[in-house]
C-alpha cells in the first residue's frame, strides 16, 4: 500500500517537473515584453540574448551590462521601451538586438557619449517606428563606423572622413541624419589618392547617401601651388558620397598670381586614376571676358578662364569668345579666337582658331586655322587643311585678294610673314586671286542643278533679314533646306571665298 503511493507521488512529482520546464522554455522562447525595471530588464535580456547558446552573442551582453551601470534613469528607461519596440516587430537577438547593443555602446564609450547617447537613443526610437529594420541596422553599421573610425562612408569607389568628433544625430521626416555644426575637413580618399574640403559645415543622409555641405575651400596645394595663393572657396553644394567628386555652382576663385581680384565660376574636384589626376580639382569661370595682361610680352589673353590642375586653359566656350592679341606699341595686330587654347610654358597651341590681321582699317582674315605659338622663338605657326573644313582661302582686303596656302610663319618682333606649303615639302606653292575677279563658267558651276544660285539665296537672306552675320540654323529655316545640306552648301562658299564661315 505505502508502495503504491510513494509510485504515484513519484508519478505526480514528475509530471510537475516537466510542465515547469515546458513553462518556462515558453516563456523563455516566447517573451512578449520586457519589464520596465531594468534589473529585471537585463535579467530578462540575459535570457532573450543566450537562449540560443550563441557565443557573440554572449560577449555583447555581458559587455552592455557590465557597462549598463553607466547610464541614467532616462537612458535605461529609453533602451527597455526601444527594446519592446523591437520585440513588437519580432526582431531577433541575431542579429537586430546584437547590432542596436554593440552600437549603443560605441556610442556611450565616445568621448563625447553623455551628449551623444540621448540623442542616438531617441533617432533608433523614430527608426524602429518609422523606418524599416533594414535601415536600421544599416544605421547601427553607420554608427559603429562614424564614431569609432570617423569614417561617413566606405565603399570601393570612395571613403569620406571626417576629422571631428563635434556632430549631432537627428531624425529628419523618413530617415535619420548626422549634423556637423561646426567647421571641420572633410576628406575624400579614393584609387590611393585623396582630396580634402577644408573649413566645411553640414549634414549628412546617410540612407540616400547625400552629403549637403554648407562653405569649404579647395586648393591646389597637389599641384605645388601655395594653398594661400591659389584656391576656391565653395558656399551651398552637394556630394554623392558613393562617388569622389565634388561639383559646386558660384565658387570663388582665386589666383593671386595672375588676378588682383577673384572670380566667380564652377569647380569640379574628384580622386582620379593616375591619366586623368593632373586635370583636378578643375575651375571654370562663367564670365568669358577676363582679361590677363602680358601672358608672354607683347601678347593679352581676353576670355573666359579655366584652371585644370596647374594647366591654365584658354576657355572660349561654345562662341570661341577666347582671344589671344598680339600687340605693337600697345595697340593689337594680329588677334586669334577659338573655342579653346592649350596654354604651356613656352607655348599656346589650339586645334582651330578664326585669325585676323590688322592692316589700318583692313586685314588678313580666316575662320578656322591650326595655331602654334611658340615663346621661345617669338614664332606665330598656322596651318590649313586645303581638303577640310578650313579650306577656304585667306581673305585679305588690304590687297583685295584672297590667298590660297597651306602653312603661315611670322616671327612677332619683324615686318615680314611668310607664306607657302607645309614645312619639308618640296615646292612651296600660293595661289592669289583677286576677290573682284569673274568667271561665268565658275559662276554657273557653283549653282548646278540648283533652282536658285546660292549667291543668289544668301543675298536674298541677307536682304530679308537685314543683317550680314547669322547662323546656320535660321539660314536653313529660311531656304527650307536640312541644316546638315546647309552646312555643306555654305562651307563651300566659304571655300570659295565668298562668305566667312565660322
Known sequence: ????????????????????????????????????????????????????????????????????????????????????????????????????????????????????????????DETVDNSTTKKLMLFCAFTDDLVKENILRKSKAAAWLVNTDNYSFKFE?????????????????????????????????????????????INWERHALSKDSVYATITNYKIDTRKSQLLADSAVFHNKNTFQLPIIGQIINKVSSSRQADKFPKFTSYSKNIEIKEIFPNVDYKGGYKMQGKEFIADGGDYAKARIIFKRNGLPVFVANANRFSLGRDRIISKGAGIKIFFDADSIYHSNLQFKYINSERKLQLYRD????????????????????????????????????LPGTAESRVKMESVDRYLQEKYDSMQGIDAIHPLFLVNNYVKAKEEEKFFVEDFAKFSRFPVLQIQHYLINLANDGFVFYD
Open 1 to 124: 500500500m505505502a508502495n503504491a503511493t510513494f509510485k504515484k507521488g513519484l508519478i505526480l512529482f514528475v509530471l510537475t517537473l516537466v510542465f515547469s520546464f515546458s513553462t518556462s522554455a515558453q516563456k523563455k522562447g516566447k517573451l512578449k515584453e520586457f519589464s520596465k525595471e531594468f534589473t529585471i530588464y537585463l535579467a530578462e535580456l540575459s535570457e532573450f540574448m543566450t537562449a540560443s547558446d550563441n557565443s557573440d552573442l554572449k560577449t555583447v551582453f555581458k559587455s552592455f551590462s557590465k557597462n549598463s551601470s553607466e547610464l541614467s534613469l532616462i537612458e535605461q528607461e529609453k533602451i527597455i521601451l526601444i527594446s519592446n519596440k523591437m520585440l513588437d516587430k519580432r526582431m531577433r537577438a541575431n542579429p537586430h538586438f546584437s547590432k542596436v547593443l554593440s552600437a549603443l555602446m560605441n556610442v556611450n564609450n565616445h568621448e563625447k557619449g553623455e551628449i551623444m547617447l540621448p540623442e542616438w537613443l531617441g533617432v533608433v
Open 173 to 217: 521626416i523618413t530617415e535619420p541624419i548626422i549634423l556637423f555644426n561646426s567647421i571641420f575637413n572633410l576628406t575624400c580618399s579614393a584609387n590611393g589618392g585623396s582630396y580634402t574640403i577644408e573649413g566645411t559645415k553640414g549634414k549628412y543622409y546617410f540612407v540616400s547617401n547625400e552629403w549637403e555641405g554648407n562653405g569649404g575651400k
Open 386 to 421: 586645303v581638303n577640310g573644313v578650313p579650306g577656304a582661302p585667306m581673305l585679305n582686303t588690304y590687297h583685295n585678294v584672297s590667298m590660297d596656302f597651306e602653312f603661315l610663319e611670322w616671327n612677332i618682333d619683324k615686318d615680314i610673314i611668310t607664306f607657302g606649303s
